[in-house]
């Protein structure tokens, strides 16, 4: 019922980049609505009128359980360890400095590992929809990237006429 695109659309798209926790809030209180919303991806589904108390609630809730099972620890690949809380990359346990969309491009390759990504999904994915600019940035941030991972650039595969994929062992 929003104006130019419906919730459930919404929560397509976030679903198709990412795993954040998503509550729709929603005037359709039918069982086949919940059901629907749920087998798109939500997290959970309060109908109108609803209590900001219970609201607030379940937004703790859902909050405390997903940051405790996604940010625990820092992921490690054979001697290359990506934290995402402190925003830091080591190779062979030395830090590597890198600008922040160089680390964002690192952790998105990283959270879908083994899986050839189209230089478009990187651009929207990491850049956002919004931005308009060439698909070489991809390739010049990859370029940039496999630089500074050194002996670990490696895990950046080409996929001839696709994109990239992220392989490394754990």
């Known amino acids: 019922m929003m104006p130019k695109v419906d919730g459930i659309t919404v929560l397509e798209m976030i679903r198709k980049a990412s795993t954040i926790p998503v509550i729709l809030l929603t005037a359709k209180g039918q069982e086949e609505d919940k ?53 830091e990359v080591k190779v062979n346990k030395e830090i590597i400095n890198l600008s922040p969309k160089e680390f964002e491009l690192l952790s998105y390759l990283s959270d879908n590992e083994g899986i050839a990504l189209s230089r478009d999904t990187i651009l929207d994915n990491v850049w956002g929809l919004d931005y308009y600019g060439d698909l070489r940035t991809v390739d010049t941030n990859i370029k940039r990237l496999r630089e500074k991972l050194g002996d670990k650039s490696s895990c950046i595969v080409t996929v001839r006429g696709s994109g990239y994929r992220f392989e490394a062992k754990k």
């Not at 991806?41 to 109908?47: P, R, V």
């Not at 909050?63 to 054979?78: A, I, P, Q």
């Open 35 to 87: 059901l629907f919303g749920y087998e798109m991806g939500a997290d959970d589904y309060i109908t109108k009128p609803f209590s900001p108390k219970v609201l607030i609630a379940k937004v703790k809730a859902l909050l405390k359980r997903t940051s405790e099972e996604s940010f625990s620890s820092s992921k490690e690949y054979d001697g290359l360890t990506i934290n995402k809380l402190s925003h």
